[in-house]
């Protein structure tokens, strides 16, 4: 983390109305004046956090983050049960993006961000590609079913012990069934400790697959609060039952509408979540975008990786950067 900039506060919050019942927040920090730059969280059903904040220069940027519906501080929040997840799907994010956009006065922004985020960049900017400066993404994924496959099935060749316990969870599923929409059913059970157990099982199988990272020293799934991970396994079992709503491959098909946006996607090439093949599909389609292979990281990343995003976030912000001792990689 030694490439990070110092901690900031933001010093502009709100809660935005975006329809159907639901206030999404935000945040804005850095300088008002400053080139703008949106923050789009993964998971999904991460919420922001407060360290990506700090992978901007503050004297340089007007860096926006938000909480996609559900998650955060966002409300109503989705480890309640009754909460109505049917207006939470992919396009009900690119128009909250769109609406915090008008409500901040932006005409163009960067985006930035990984994982899960990526999918939603990618899918935002397709669409409103005269929204977006430039996009910078680790860890890149675009939400295929083959993807979500190899993420709560095919990866379980690697840890055949944890899968079982983690096809144990939903009982009844066939090994060949649909694991995902299995747990999605139970993240909504009426019966709290069915929900708390779902949860807990489906924690435990990402903290497996990040497990070579972590080395046991941290279990960032499971670790997290009751309700932030109650809100993230019934956010993401949902979305990924439904294949994120795109059609498949349909964010690589449609990248040629990237064209003219300057892209740098950082990937791991130990990335047990989301393989490098993605990533370098991606930017074989889109003629704008470097892919910076990182040899030892992960999912997670780490501050080689690090040091390449804030790189390209320094470059793109345009001067002298305050955080010269940032890494630049070539690009594969």
Known sequence: MDHLYPPI???????????????VYWEVCGNPEGKPALVVHGGP????????????????????????????????????????????????????MELLREHLDVGKWLLYGGSWGSTLILAYA?????????????????????????LYRGVGRFFPEQWDRF???APGTPRDGDLVAAYAALAGHAD???????????????????SAETKGASNPYSDRPSAARLALVRICSHYFAHG????????????????????????GRLDMAGPLHTAWELCRAWPDAELIVVEDSGHMGNDTARGHALAALNRFAGGVSSASNAPRGPGV
């Not at 498949?248 to 950082?266: C, N, Q, S, Y």
């Open 167 to 169: 096809l144990a969870g």
């Open 126 to 150: 397709e669409q409103h590609p005269e929204r977006v400066s430039e996009i910078v993404i680790t860890g890149v994924t675009t939400t295929r079913r083959s993807e979500i496959d190899w």
């Open 45 to 96: 059903g991460s919420g922001c956090g407060t360290v990506a904040r700090r992978h901007f220069d503050p004297d340089r940027y007007r860096i926006v983050l938000f909480d996609q519906r559900g998650c955060g501080s966002s409300t109503p929040h989705a480890s309640d049960p009754s909460t109505d997840m049917s207006h939470n799907t992919t396009r009900h994010l690119i128009a909250d």
């Open 9 to 23: 506060e933001p010093y502009e919050t709100g809660m935005l109305d975006v329809g159907d019942g639901n206030l």
């Open 244 to 267: 994120a709503w795109l059609e498949e491959g349909a964010l690589l098909r449609d990248a040629h509408r990237l064209a003219g946006i300057p892209g740098v996607l950082v990937h």
């Open 192 to 210: 709290p400790a069915v929900r708390a157990k779902a949860t807990a099982d489906w924690c435990a199988w990402e903290d497996a697959v990040v």
